[in-house]
């Protein structure tokens, strides 16, 4: 996971280079993106990486290169993931 001071201060990370710590608000971060985007992946993942002000001020995944990046191999990696189960 990857928490920047800010999120992590939010989420009472006190360490973020401890790794239980981290991938413990890492993955609580990622279900609150979840729920305040009611279960869109996309956007949760989108928020994940840009924020989610970045994701509310153009009501989807904003139009920059790391975003979308972020998303389309997160999203295959998944895909592919589960077809292999």
């Known amino acids: 996971m990857q928490l920047m001071p800010g999120t992590a201060n939010q989420l009472g990370v006190n360490d973020a280079f401890d790794p239980q710590a981290n991938v413990t608000g890492g993955s609580r971060y990622l279900r609150e993106l979840l ?11 989108a928020a994940y990486n840009a924020g989610p002000q970045r994701v509310e001020q153009y009501r989807r995944v904003p139009p920059f290169r790391a975003p979308r990046g972020y998303v ?5 990696a998944y895909n592919i993931k589960k077809l292999t189960q």
Do not use: G, S
Not at 72 to 76: E, I, K, N, S
């Open 35 to 45: 729920e305040r985007y009611n279960f869109d992946l996309v956007k949760a993942l």
């Open 72 to 76: 389309a191999r997160t999203v295959h």
